[in-house]
């Protein structure tokens, strides 16, 4: 048993851009490190604007974007010593991604059940001896939905909305040790986003699933992370408990960000009537 | 169902810019040869006012975007719509935008209305450079000079934080939040006097929806414009909308001032609503609403809160409660908040 569950050490990812003569370099990701302990699931937020390199480092510990230098080693596994089906679906296994767009990570011309059946049995040897209907409907019901409900149904025909769950359960077939979510909520509504939030909360408390919650709402980070990178250009630029990092920030970009966020809430006086809302 | 719209208080003389009434909009389906219809819009009627931002809230599936196409007239199958009427002040006599001839919605979109769709794809042509839009459907309203054009849109692009150099891109080529930022520029350069906008800061970082924000603040003052403006997200509600209309299954649950709505919520879905989000500083646990979302393709009798309700009594199930004034300019559709001769 290793005492890390991921190490990420030092990774950097250089993209380059344009042809011949007008070669760019984009640094997406710099020198970041960041572990998480095994045994002790926890729920670590990493927030930034766009562009701040946070979906490149989620793919990096996704397995799906190469370092350009350092290393990452999930449960003592250096990813860039996977290789092979076996390899990758025993990586798959521990970790999962969500992302934001649910749309894109459904195949439009499949039916929703067609595509958890199928994850199903690639992990069947995962769960115990339930029939993969009974195990998808499990998965349903852990994010508030039923196979009855989204049976016969392609993605387009659910909104934003239902689809992010049913990506949800989706990851939850494989009985991950550690989820990597890409701005899981931002197109979901105030109370299933709570709900959700929650459901991350029980997955960690339950199941001993850590999760890596990439997001810029602020106020659902502050509700449920244990601890907080704040990335700015590639680099981490703020870090710590959660909690202490959003009521006090240290960094000006932090600062920035905790100003610029709407938080659901009206300061006294003024009707809006006027357009006098303010926001505190 | 006939609910009532109630006209502005204090400025009845003030013709509303839009009213819609008893609107009934469903996506009529069939799959494996059972037919069913979805029940998306059903019963919807409200007033938006000049100069005001109107929100409208509600979880995802509520059936904001279905109503926000039926205003706008994008109605293409299988949506329908089923009954009820769409008024504009700047097209009066025809209901709906899908009713009157196609010249005459040529001649007010840009200048009267303009739409910003969810995913904002809708107005960039994705075969054609961003400038080629601008000069499709805002020179013929804009005219002067090409240069001048040129101009003003460089200018105009500068408020949502786009740099000229967009104009020569395809809207492929850009982040989902540059296009999103051109689809508003373009939408609001002709200063419509209605602006139609469903989810359009969503993909946006923090720092630059508050800009953008502002920006449609601004034009809104500045031009005396009407907003319709759809988000799931509250905290841009709270920061942007004058008056805010609560949506849960296909109805309005809900529509005070936006103050109102979040100091004293009356409808038990909103309070949940309200009660749920949460706040920098605040540690207290916040419960999402229990039970599953409803199926608009079968939904629950009466009203249609009632499997979720904690208040629910026996005419739930039965009637549907409709939307009553419950305080000045603050309307409701429960029978727990008007009393049990609601419906
Ligand atoms: N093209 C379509 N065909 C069939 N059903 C649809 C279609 N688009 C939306 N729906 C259904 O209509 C209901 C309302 O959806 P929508 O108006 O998109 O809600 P919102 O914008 O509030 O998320 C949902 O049940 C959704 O699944
Ligand atoms: S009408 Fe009844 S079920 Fe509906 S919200 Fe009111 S109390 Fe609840
Ligand atoms: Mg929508």
């Known amino acids: 048993m290793n005492d890390l569950l991921l190490d990420v050490r030092d990774v950097s990812k250089t993209f380059v851009r344009g042809g011949l003569f007008s070669r760019e370099e984009i640094v997406a990701v710099n020198k970041v490190s960041l572990q998480l302990a095994a045994g002790r699931p926890e729920i670590l937020a990493i927030i930034g604007e766009s562009g701040s390199g946070k979906t490149t480092l989620a793919r990096m510990i996704l397995n799906m974007v190469t370092p350009t230098s350092g290393r990452l080693l999930l449960d003592g596994t250096d990813l860039a010593a996977i290789s092979g089906s076996a390899g990758r679906i025993a990586f798959m296994h521990k970790v999962q991604p969500i992302f934001q767009n649910p749309f894109e990570s459904f195949n439009p011309l499949k039916r929703v059940e067609r595509y958890l059946l199928m994850t199903r049995r690639r992990f069947a040897a995962a769960a115990g001896g339930s029939t993969a209907a009974t195990a998808v409907d499990a998965a349903l019901h852990k994010v508030g939905l039923s196979l009855k409900e989204v049976g016969g149904r392609y993605p387009h025909e659910l909104s934003g909305g239902q689809l992010q769950r049913v990506a949800i359960a989706r990851a939850l077939l494989a009985e991950p040790k550690l989820i990597v979510a890409d701005e899981p909520v931002s197109m979901i509504d105030a109370s299933l986003r709570i709900s959700i939030v929650n459901l991350f909360r029980t997955l960690r408390d339950e199941l001993g699933i850590s999760i890596i919650y990439i997001t810029h709402d602020l106020a659902t980070a502050y509700y449920i992370s244990d601890r907080i990178l704040i990335m700015q250009k590639g680099s981490v630029v703020e870090s710590g408990d959660a909690r202490a990092v959003l009521t006090a920030p240290r960094h000006p970009c932090t600062r920035q960000l905790r100003e610029a966020a709407l938080l659901p809430q009206i300061a006294g006086g003024g009707a809006n009537a006027s357009g006098t809302t303010q926001v505190i | ?343």
């Open chain 2, 1 to 343: 169902m006939h609910a009532s719209v109630e006209q502005p208080h204090g400025e009845q003389d003030v013709q509303p810019l839009l009213v819609v009434r008893d609107l009934q909009a469903y996506y009529r389906t069939s799959h494996a040869g059972v037919r069913r219809a979805i029940r998306a819009v059903d019963g919807v009627s409200f007033a938006v006012r000049r100069g005001e931002i109107y929100g409208l809230a509600g979880e995802s599936s509520s059936g904001k975007t279905t109503l926000i196409k039926s205003i706008a007239g994008a109605i293409k199958p299988p949506l329908e719509i089923v009954g009820g009427s769409m008024e504009f002040a700047f097209l009066p006599g025809y209901g709906g935008l899908h009713r009157a001839p196609p010249a005459q919605v040529e001649r007010i979109r840009w200048r009267h209305l303009s739409y910003i769709m969810q995913g904002s794809m809708n107005v960039l042509n994705p075969v054609r450079r961003i400038r080629c839009s601008f000069t499709d459907f805002a020179y013929p309203h804009i005219g002067g000079s090409r240069q001048q054009f040129e101009q003003q849109v460089v200018a105009h692009l500068s408020r949502v934080r786009l740099d000229p150099s967009v104009l020569s891109a395809f809207p492929h080529e850009l982040s989902g939040g540059m296009r999103q930022r051109a689809a508003l520029a373009l939408a609001t350069i002709c200063r419509p006097g209605f602006i139609i906008a469903d989810e359009p800061t969503t993909a946006l970082d923090v720092v630059v929806q508050k800009e953008v924000l502002g920006m449609i603040r601004g034009i809104q003052r500045e031009t005396g414009s009407s907003v319709l403006f759809v988000t799931h997200d509250m905290g841009v509600h709270a920061h942007i909308t004058d008056r805010l209309a609560i949506m849960y299954a296909g109805r309005l649950v809900e529509e005070a001032a936006t103050a109102e709505i979040f100091r004293n919520p009356l409808h038990p879905y909103t309070q949940n609503l309200i009660a749920s989000l949460p706040r920098i500083g605040e540690d207290a646990p916040r419960a999402g609403l229990g039970g599953a979302p409803p199926n608009l393709a079968d939904p629950p009798s009466g009203c249609r809160f009632h499997p979720r309700c904690p208040l629910a009594r026996e005419i739930c199930s039965r009637e549907v409660p409709v939307m009553r004034e419950a305080g000045a300019g603050h309307r409701v559709a429960c029978f727990a908040v008007n009393g049990d001769d609601g419906a």
